[in-house]
């Protein structure tokens, strides 16, 4: 994967920060969201994949957005990790550009996942009598299908145009990670057609899944306000109002990474806003979606009351 006319065999990784008294106690903080992250989502697909009562369209969703949660953490948080603890913390050029395809293809696939979800709430709240023929199996592996392949999509179309690039000799990436905008900071070729991809490409991205979002949640509060019951209409709100946050966090903090001009964002500012989506939104997802949830609190009973051999 190494492009033919660059002279850039590895980059080095700045990380968070530059500050010594910093590095180690950002080390084991960040290495607790991470043990947080991995025990968090693995431990939310166990107890669906272990509990029959949980194989239904909504937590099917939320099994791939855990499954999801865990690989893009993963691509991420242990090359940031080394950042802490060596004085150089250096990537080669495959290896980056193999990051950087894997980080998009994950982040690109949760935001869509994220709009298979509204659109699921939207059909078990506004059409309850028809929710199970609607949200079929077939349609549920069809929905996934597609956010895997725009998933892909987005990631090709992206490390394609990197790969593109000549790097020459500055091969300092100010970022604990391969991402697009500090790469493109480090070519010494125009990144035009890099940056017009990023725009168009980011627009779908986050435009699609937050239209469908929006429209989702827009007759979902039309239903719910149609509701008589107090208590039936506090529990959907309930239900929302966790996901319209997480939602929130995840798209605001990727919109203002990528849909601002990067002379109007410092790299240091944009480090910082990434690091929402990048580690602390998958940390947040178990907790956020399931844990508030009472069925995944009576499957985690049950789970925990069985005994090993039984």
């Known amino acids: ?8 065999t590895e980059f080095i990784l700045a990380g968070l920060t530059n500050q010594p008294g910093l590095q180690l106690p950002l080390f084991f903080l960040f290495l607790g969201f991470y043990v947080v992250t ?23 969703f939320l099994f791939n957005l855990s499954f999801i949660d865990f690989c893009y953490s993963t691509v991420i948080t242990p090359k940031m990790l080394m950042s802490f603890v060596l004085r150089k913390n250096i990537i080669s050029y495959a290896g980056c ?34 929710y199970m023929a609607t949200m079929s199996p077939q349609v549920c592996l069809l929905l996934l299908l597609g956010v895997y392949v725009m998933g892909f999509a987005g990631a090709m179309a992206h490390t394609a145009c990197m790969v593109r690039l000549t790097f020459c000799s500055k091969n300092l990436v100010n970022h ?29 991205d986050i435009g699609v899944p937050t239209v469908t979002i929006f429209i989702s949640y827009a007759l979902i509060l039309s239903s719910i306000l149609r509701i008589h019951s107090t208590k039936g209409r506090s529990k959907a709100f309930s239900t929302c109002s966790s996901h319209i946050i997480a939602v929130s966090l995840f798209f605001g903090s990727g919109a203002f990474m990528y849909l601002k001009p990067s002379s109007l964002l410092p790299m240091n500012q944009g480090k ?39």
Request: proline share 5%; hydrophobic share 50%; net charge positive.
């Open 176 to 204: 604990y990670m391969c991402d697009i905008l500090p790469l493109l900071e480090r070519s010494c070729t125009s990144t035009y057609v890099n940056e017009l991809v990023v725009f168009v490409v980011v627009g779908i």
């Open 97 to 130: 550009m193999t990051q950087l395809f894997f980080f998009l293809f994950f982040v690109v696939s949760e935001s869509f996942i994220l709009s298979a979800m509204a659109y699921d709430r939207y059909a078990a709240i506004c059409n309850p009598l028809v």
């Open 272 to 310: 910082v806003s990434s690091l929402f989506y990048t580690i602390i939104v998958p940390m947040l997802n178990p907790l956020i979606y399931s844990l508030r949830n009472k069925d995944v609190k009576v499957a985690l009973k049950k789970t925990l009351r069985k005994k090993p051999f039984s």
């Open 38 to 60: 991995v025990v968090g989502n693995l431990g939310l697909i166990t107890l669906i994949g272990l509990n029959s009562h949980l194989h239904t369209p909504m937590y099917f």
């Open 1 to 8: 994967m190494e492009a033919e006319n660059s002279s850039v």
